[in-house]
C-alpha cells in the first residue's frame, strides 16, 4: 500500500484514496467511449452519485475534524504549514470540480468535448491532492495526531456515512486486493464482519453501479 512506516495506522485513509482513484478512472473511461451520450450515462449512473456523496464525507471530516487540529500544532512550523493549507485550498478547488461535472451533464447544448474537458481537470486535480496528501500530509498527520483525533476523525467519517454502511463499505472494497479488505473488515465486530460477507457485499455486486461492461478498470 505504501512504502513509508507510520505509528497510527493510515489503512483506512489509503484504502479511501484508493476508491477514489478507481472511481476516477471508470468516469474517465465513460467520458472517453464514443458509443454513448456519457453524459446521458454519467448521469444516471449511481456510481456517480455514491461517488460525489462519499468524497463530500471525507473531505468534510477532514475539514471540520483532521485539518483544524493539525494547523494549530504546526502552526509555529512554516513548512508543515503550507502542506496543511495546501490540503485546505485543493480541497476548496476539488469539490466546485463536482459542481462544474453536474452542470456539464446537464449541458445539452455544449456536447460531451465540454463534458471530457471538465471530467479531465477533475481527474488531474483530485490525482494531484491525493497524491499530495500522501506523500507529504499523511507524514505530519502522523507526527501529529494522537490516537484521540484520528478515533474522533474516524468517528466523524462514519457519522455522515450513517445508515449507508451496508453500501459504503462494499464501495470502498470494490475490487481492493485481499490484504486491504482482510485489514478493512477486520476492524468491524464479527456480526458487521459476517453482514458484509453474507449481505451487503453480495448486494453491491448486485448493483448496476456505472452500467454494464463499466464496472472495471485500469487506474
Same mark, same amino acid.
Given at each position: 500500500?505504501?512504502?513509508?512506516?507510520?505509528?497510527?495506522?493510515?489503512?483506512?485513509?489509503?484504502?479511501? &484514496?484508493?476508491?477514489?482513484?478507481?472511481?476516477?478512472?471508470?468516469?474517465?473511461?465513460? $467520458?472517453?467511449?464514443? $458509443?454513448?451520450?456519457?453524459?446521458? !450515462?454519467?448521469?444516471?449512473?449511481?456510481?456517480?452519485?455514491?461517488?460525489?456523496?462519499?468524497?463530500? !464525507? &471525507?473531505?468534510?471530516?477532514?475539514?471540520?475534524?483532521?485539518?483544524?487540529?493539525?494547523? #494549530?500544532?504546526?502552526?509555529?512550523?512554516?513548512? /508543515?504549514?503550507?502542506?496543511?493549507?495546501?490540503?485546505? #485550498?485543493?480541497?476548496?478547488?476539488?469539490?466546485?470540480?463536482?459542481?462544474? !461535472?453536474?452542470?456539464?451533464?446537464?449541458?445539452?447544448?455544449?456536447?460531451?468535448?465540454?463534458?471530457?474537458?471538465?471530467?479531465?481537470?477533475?481527474?488531474?486535480?483530485? @490525482?494531484?491532492?491525493?497524491? &499530495?496528501? /500522501?506523500?507529504?500530509?499523511?507524514?505530519?498527520?502522523?507526527?501529529?495526531?494522537?490516537?484521540?483525533?484520528?478515533?474522533?476523525?474516524?468517528?466523524? &467519517? @462514519?457519522?455522515?456515512?450513517?445508515?449507508?454502511?451496508?453500501?459504503?463499505?462494499?464501495?470502498?472494497?470494490?475490487?481492493?486486493?485481499?490484504?486491504?479488505?482482510?485489514?478493512?473488515?477486520?476492524?468491524?465486530?464479527?456480526?458487521?464482519?459476517? #453482514?458484509?460477507?453474507?449481505?451487503?457485499?453480495?448486494?453491491?455486486? @448486485?448493483?448496476?453501479?456505472?452500467?454494464? /461492461?463499466?464496472?472495471?478498470? /485500469?487506474?
Amino acid at each position: 500500500m505504501t512504502g513509508k512506516t507510520f505509528k497510527n495506522d493510515m489503512s483506512m485513509m489509503y484504502a479511501f &484514496h484508493d476508491a477514489l482513484r478507481r472511481e476516477l478512472g471508470r468516469i474517465a473511461k465513460i $467520458t472517453a467511449e464514443a $458509443t454513448d451520450d456519457p453524459r446521458q !450515462v454519467l448521469q444516471a449512473a449511481l456510481g456517480w452519485e455514491l461517488f460525489k456523496s462519499y468524497l463530500h !464525507v &471525507h473531505h468534510g471530516a477532514e475539514d471540520d475534524v483532521l485539518w483544524p487540529v493539525i494547523r #494549530a500544532a504546526v502552526r509555529d512550523l512554516p513548512d /508543515e504549514l503550507a502542506v496543511i493549507e495546501a490540503m485546505e #485550498a485543493e480541497h476548496a478547488v476539488v469539490d466546485p470540480g463536482l459542481d462544474a !461535472v453536474d452542470t456539464a451533464l446537464a449541458d445539452r447544448e455544449g456536447g460531451p468535448e465540454r463534458l471530457a474537458t471538465i471530467v479531465e481537470r477533475l481527474v488531474g486535480g483530485l @490525482g494531484a491532492h491525493l497524491k &499530495h496528501e /500522501e506523500d507529504e500530509a499523511l507524514v505530519i498527520i502522523d507526527r501529529h495526531a494522537t490516537p484521540e483525533l484520528l478515533q474522533r476523525f474516524g468517528f466523524e &467519517h @462514519g457519522l455522515r456515512i450513517g445508515d449507508d454502511s451496508p453500501r459504503y463499505l462494499p464501495w470502498l472494497l470494490d475490487g481492493a486486493s485481499a490484504d486491504t479488505v482482510a485489514t478493512v473488515i477486520g476492524r468491524l465486530p464479527e456480526p458487521l464482519r459476517l #453482514a458484509y460477507r453474507d449481505e451487503w457485499q453480495p448486494a453491491y455486486a @448486485g448493483l448496476d453501479v456505472w452500467g454494464p /461492461e463499466r464496472g472495471s478498470t /485500469e487506474v
